[in-house]
């Protein structure tokens, strides 16, 4: 039996006229868009709360309309009608949880009516974190080291005028636009949220045209450095947070739309005067703490993702123009090079190796001396230096970047420019090598674990990767291979081969790479055989979710493995270099912020290394440092200057119209 045939079926009750504001009180007005909420609470029932968020209001009641059209008695007392202590069971009654199955509409299934108080507690409670959820999408800054108290102590503009807005829209397009602004204003925060990670990691913001492919790396790293476990726990935490983000926020902001609609005057006077406090605080320039209290950081942060799209959008056509100019592209293949004829020429990247680890405080004094005993052992083994700084397009991350912009020239700062390169007829630093024809060109690139089409594009001959190099040991966290049994396959399968030809080599040491735990560390070259020994020192290394834990581990550990990656190439070049090896090497980046802690820098150490003095005299207008560690005013360069440089001064001069300026 319905709720309203019970109604019609108590005799006793007398038949009165309707209150006058029966209709008001009852929420017959479906947005409650009246401000005057006292005639409400004069005929709610005292035992049920019809003024707080989410209670007995006009949208738990409106269904209930077309019944007390036919039945006027019933809007004078409802909740006799379904109070379980007043019900008459003969007269088609019902028990306590029939009544509450059948007539509990006042939310939650009649708990409300029941616990008025806890009702009341828990509406009040749901919408203040409905408030703090929102005042915190608002107010949470986009990097990790501007998250402070202060940092939400300030009046956010976008709340103002969304308040603003809402309060004025007709009851249908304000439900929308509260949907809506839910929607954007948790998409906004995830941004925010992604934007920390890019900025811990790579120091900038999340580009949403050309970053998404980064997310693949992302989680390959967490695989690598926290197992298959850790990969899958991390991407359902991301999801689940995404959704609970978007969901929650949309709900908030519609929960608050509707409280300010039912206390209009209130919300009225109170956007105002937070209006006019913005106003004041911005002409005067209120601070808290160098915190400006007026705050419009949503509306610069769209505005400056606006401004990234379009420039992302049109860099394509701007690197094509970029990428036409090669000055050497004329340049008959006998003439190329013919400064280092008859050389190995080794280049060499140590991952992460950045100017961080030579001009900190905390690090220097270690790093200065393994690059002194370097630079003595190799002076007495006939080998002389110079280094220098050179700036790379990226930080933290993105390895590949840094390596095809000093192997191409062109400035490489995203994945689509990486992408447009590979797939260009673009020669490279390696493949002008061997385009001569006078050099076998090998790479040795333990990172990589899966087919690598873009060796093809580099020139090399043949690619060793982790697979290839006879390594049977263990991985050590993201890095297969320790960088000493790296180069000691390669003098094995290549550089050691008796009456070898001359050989270019592109060398990746991947030890220095994040996450820096565990790391290996020196043994006796003869020692390494097929890498099994590695397995022990592995267990005697560091766990890299302890390491993470204190942000100082961290940068000894970072800093530990650059010591590690130098003592593995100075030794490889004084044990196995000859009077015709040429080493170049230098770092693909800076470290993660965590280590940089707080520099800008984006210099990396560069040094050339050779027994033949006439291949360094060939750089003595380059003003570069003696020696394996560049000096504070050495030169810096621009990583994608490199190439042309380096081929000027060991081939013929390029003409000086299509050379690349230097910045």
């Known amino acids: ?52 968020p989410g209670s007995a209001s006009a949208a738990d009641t409106e269904a209930d309309a077309p019944a007390k059209a036919d039945a006027p008695a019933e809007a004078e007392a409802p909740a ?72 939400f102590l300030r009046i956010p503009a976008e709340g103002v005028l969304l308040a603003a807005l809402l309060l004025a829209l007709p009851p249908k397009p304000r439900r929308i636009t509260a949907v809506v602004v839910g929607v954007l204003l948790g998409l906004l925060t995830i941004l925010k949220f992604v934007d920390m990670g890019f900025y811990s990691v790579l120091a900038r913001p999340f580009d949403l045209v050309l970053d998404w492919i980064l997310f693949d790396d992302a989680a390959e790293w967490v695989k690598e450095s926290f197992g298959r476990t850790g990969e899958v726990i991390a991407v359902i935490a991301v999801f689940a947070l995404v959704i609970a983000l978007l969901v929650l926020m949309t709900l908030a902001v519609v929960r608050l739309t509707d409280l300010m609609v039912r206390h209009r005057p209130v919300a009225t006077r109170t956007t105002l005067v937070l209006g006019t406090a913005w106003i004041t605080c911005v002409t005067v320039g209120v601070q808290f703490t160098d915190v400006p209290v007026a705050s419009q950081i949503n509306a610069k942060l769209v505005q400056n993702r606006v401004h990234q799209v379009q420039a992302s959008l049109r860099d394509g056509k701007v690197f094509a123009k970029e990428a036409a100019v090669d000055a050497f592209a004329d340049t008959p293949p006998d003439q190329l090079l013919t400064g280092l004829r008859g050389k190995d020429v080794l280049f060499t990247f140590i991952e992460s190796y950045g100017r961080t680890a030579i001009d900190d405080p905390a690090m220097s004094e270690q790093i200065d001396s393994v690059l002194s005993e370097g630079t003595s052992s190799l002076k007495a083994a006939g080998f002389s230096s110079r280094s220098a700084w050179l700036r790379s397009p990226v930080t933290g991350a993105g390895s590949w970047l840094a390596h095809s912009t000093f192997l191409s020239g062109l400035w490489i700062k995203n994945q689509q420019r990486y992408r447009s390169l590979t797939t260009s007829d673009r020669n490279t630093l390696t493949s002008y090598f061997q385009k001569t024809g006078a050099w076998r060109t090998v790479g040795i690139v ?30 050590f966290s993201w890095t297969p291979v320790p960088d000493q049994f790296s180069l000691e396959a390669f003098e094995r399968l290549e550089h050691g081969k008796k009456d070898h030809k001359p050989m270019m080599a592109e060398i990746i040491l991947a030890s220095s790479h994040n996450p820096w735990a565990p790391i290996a560390h020196m043994i006796d070259w003869n020692d390494l055989g097929d890498g099994s020994v590695f397995n022990q020192i592995k267990k005697e290394g560091k766990d890299p979710k302890q390491v993470w834990k204190n942000p100082e581990s961290v940068r ?58 006439k291949v360094l005299d060939r750089i003595a207008d380059w003003g570069w440092t003696d020696g394996l560690k560049p000096a504070k005013d050495a030169p810096e360069w621009r990583m994608d200057t490199f190439r042309d440089r380096f081929m000027t001064a060991y081939g013929p001069h390029p003409d000086s119209s299509a050379t690349a300026s230097t910045p």
Request: charge should be negative; aromatic fraction near 8%.
């Open 1 to 52: 039996m319905s709720h309203s045939t019970r109604s019609r079926q108590l005799p006793e009750q007398p038949e009165t006229e309707p209150h006058p504001d029966a209709d008001t009180a009852a929420g017959t007005t479906a947005d409650a868009d009246t401000d005057t909420d006292t005639a409400a609470e004069a005929d709610a029932p005292t035992d049920v709360d019809t003024d707080i």
């Open 556 to 613: 000894t550990e970072y800093r530990r493995a650059i010591e590690y990656s130098l003592h593995s190439l100075t030794e490889y070049v004084e044990k196995y270099g000859d009077k015709n090896t040429v080493l170049v090497f230098l770092g693909d980046h800076q470290p993660v912020p965590t280590v940089t802690a707080g520099s800008t820098s984006r210099d990396v150490p560069v040094t050339i290394v050779a027994h033949d003095q």
């Open 446 to 475: 333990p990172g990589v674990r899966r087919a690598w089409p873009e060796g093809k594009f580099f020139g090399l001959d043949h690619i060793y990767d982790s697979e290839h190099l006879g390594y049977n040991g263990p991985y």
């Open 80 to 151: 006799k009608a379904e109070t379980p202590a007043e019900a008459d069971p003969d007269e088609g009654g019902d028990t306590s949880e029939k009544a509450v199955a059948g007539g509990g509409r006042r939310g939650w299934w009649g708990w409300r009516v029941k616990y008025p108080r806890a009702a009341r507690v828990v509406a009040v409670g749901t919408s203040v974190l409905a408030g703090a959820l929102v005042l915190f999408a608002l107010l949470v800054p986009n990097q990790l080291d501007r998250l402070s108290f202060d940092a």
